[in-house]
């Protein structure tokens, strides 16, 4: 009998767009799901009660530069700087795209180096950049978080 293997893999498009509505910037990473992310997944497919309301509803932007690991289960920044709620869409029968925006006059002065993918409970996903964001008034932040299965 043939074995399936279901891998889940997350890809993340980071734009500064200017007051003007210009890109100023453009980073793409590959990110690391983390355990907390595999089990919640498993738990919705299974239709664990405790899980009902546990879908990807935020990212959390935060400031460390400590690597993922699989065990992560919040951004390593106690607590994180700032939730933004995603929009989810599914464009194609196996991804899922969370997107949301820091918007030009939050949290300006920061200096932004990690992200994490959560429901209301759990972290599902978290990437440290390749290079930190320096916030400021000029631009906002636009993510576009994508987890496929593939």
């Not at 279901?6 to 793409?28: A, D, L, P, W």
């Not at 030009?104 to 390749?130: D, K, M, P």
């Amino acid at each position: 009998m043939p074995e399936e293997v279901m891998k889940m893999k997350g890809h993340v498009t980071i734009r500064m767009i200017g007051i003007n509505g210009e890109e100023i910037k453009r980073i793409e990473q590959d990110n690391l799901i983390v355990n907390t992310g595999k089990r919640q997944a498993l738990h919705r497919m299974g239709g664990d009660a405790g899980y009902a309301s546990e879908h990807i509803s935020g990212i959390l932007f935060g400031t460390s530069a400590t690597p993922p690991n699989p065990a992560d289960a919040s951004v390593a920044t106690p607590p994180w700087i700032i939730r933004k709620t995603v929009t989810n869409t599914y464009p194609a029968y196996n991804q899922i795209l969370a997107t949301a925006r820091l918007g030009a006059a939050e949290q300006n002065g920061v200096s932004i180096q990690e992200l994490g993918l959560a429901s209301t409970s759990y972290l599902f996903s978290r990437i440290v950049l390749n290079e930190t964001i320096n916030k400021t008034a000029n631009f906002s932040v636009m993510v576009e978080w994508l987890i496929s299965i593939q």
